[in-house]
C-alpha cells in the first residue's frame, strides 16, 4: 500500500476534520421545541398547523436568530421533565416562571405576566370564594402553576372542603365543568379570555392576583448555548411591533405588558449580566 506523506495525511485529517465541523454545526443549528398544543391563545393545532401566540412567536425569534425549529407536542406534565432531561431543546408555551422549576430548567428574560381566574359554568351563582371551596371539585392542569398554588394555599393549609380535580389540558376540564363533573376551573387570565371569546359557556368567578412572569425555557445551564439567542429574539420582536402583531391577533385589543417584565430574584438566569443582553438583569 502506497504511504500518504505527512503533509497530504494532514491535508486529509483537516479536510476529514472540517467536514465533521460543518455538520455538527448544521446539526446544532436546528432545534427541537416543546409545545402543549391543547392550550389556546399560546399553543394549539388548527387545520393540522400549529398555531398560537408560543408558536407565532418562537417562528420570528428562529427567524431572527438564524436557526431552525421542529416543533414537538407534548402534554403539559411531560414538558419540564423532557426539558431537563434534554430531550427537547426549548420549551414554549404558557409557562409561569416558578422557583421550584428554576431548580430544573433555565428561564429566558419575561414575555408576559399573568394571574389566575376561576372559571365557572355562565349559568353559575359561585363567586370567587365559593368556587374553590365547600365541597367544590376544582379543575386544575396536572403539573401547573395553578396546581401547586391550590395545593400551597387552600388543599394543604385549611380545612376547607375541596377537592381537585387534575388533567392534562385546560380544554377538558373545561369541557367537564360545562357537564357538570367539576365545580371549576383555574386557569390563567389569558387562556380564560380565550376561552370566553370563543363562545364557550363560561364566566370568570373572580381572579387570583399572582403577577407571574411567563418565559421560555431551555435545559439547565443552557447545554446549546442557546439562551442568548432567545433573549435576544425575545427583546427584537418586541421592539420590532411584532409581538404587539402576534398578540393583536389571538387575543384583540389587549396590551401586552413591557418586554422585559419583572423577574423574582431567586431566578438564576436573571442575575446581572443576563445572556445575550448583559445591561439586563438584577443586581
Known amino acids: ?12 485529517c483537516s479536510a476529514i476534520s472540517g467536514s465533521f465541523f460543518i455538520t455538527s454545526a448544521q446539526a446544532q443549528e436546528s432545534y427541537t421545541v416543546g409545545v402543549e398544543a391543547s392550550f389556546p391563545p399560546w399553543a394549539y ?25 421542529e416543533f414537538q407536542d407534548m402534554p403539559f406534565p411531560s414538558l419540564i421533565p423532557a426539558l431537563a432531561a434534554e430531550k427537547i431543546d426549548i420549551l414554549a408555551t404558557g409557562l409561569t416562571v416558578t422557583e421550584e422549576r428554576s431548580q430544573n430548567i433555565d428561564f ?13 359554568p355562565e349559568d353559575s351563582d359561585l363567586n370567587v370564594f365559593t368556587a374553590v371551596c365547600c365541597g367544590a371539585r376544582v379543575g386544575v392542569q396536572g403539573g401547573s402553576s395553578q396546581q401547586a398554588w391550590m395545593e400551597e394555599n387552600i ?4 380545612d376547607i372542603d375541596v377537592e381537585l380535580a387534575k388533567y392534562d389540558n ?11 363533573r367539576i365545580s371549576s376551573v383555574i386557569v390563567d387570565d389569558t387562556s380564560a379570555q380565550e376561552y370566553i371569546n370563543a363562545g364557550r359557556p363560561v364566566k370568570m368567578a373572580g381572579k387570583i392576583y399572582i403577577r407571574a412572569p411567563l418565559a421560555l425555557a431551555v435545559s439547565k445551564g443552557d447545554p446549546q448555548e442557546i439562551l442568548g ?26 396590551t401586552p405588558p413591557a418586554i422585559p417584565g419583572h423577574m423574582p430574584g431567586f431566578v438564576d438566569t436573571y442575575q446581572k ?7 439586563l438583569g438584577n443586581e
Not at 500500500?1 to 486529509?12: D, N, Q, R, T, W
Not at 385546560?170 to 357538570?180: F, N, Q
Not at 449580566?273 to 445591561?279: K, M
Open 273 to 279: 449580566p443576563v445572556a445575550g443582553l448583559p445591561e
Open 229 to 254: 439567542d432567545l433573549n435576544q429574539g425575545i427583546l427584537s420582536i418586541y421592539e420590532a411591533g411584532i409581538w404587539g402583531e402576534i398578540i393583536e391577533e389571538y387575543i384583540p385589543g389587549v
Open 170 to 180: 385546560y380544554v377538558t376540564a373545561v369541557d367537564d365543568m360545562a357537564i357538570g
Open 45 to 69: 393545532v388548527e387545520g393540522g398547523e400549529f398555531k398560537g401566540i408560543a408558536i407565532d412567536a418562537m417562528d420570528a425569534i428562529a427567524d431572527e436568530a438564524g436557526f431552525e425549529i
Open 108 to 120: 429566558t428574560i419575561p414575555w408576559w405576566e399573568t394571574n389566575d381566574v376561576v372559571l365557572v
Open 155 to 158: 388543599v394543604n393549609s385549611s
Open 1 to 12: 500500500m502506497k504511504k500518504l506523506s505527512f503533509l497530504s495525511a494532514a491535508v486529509l
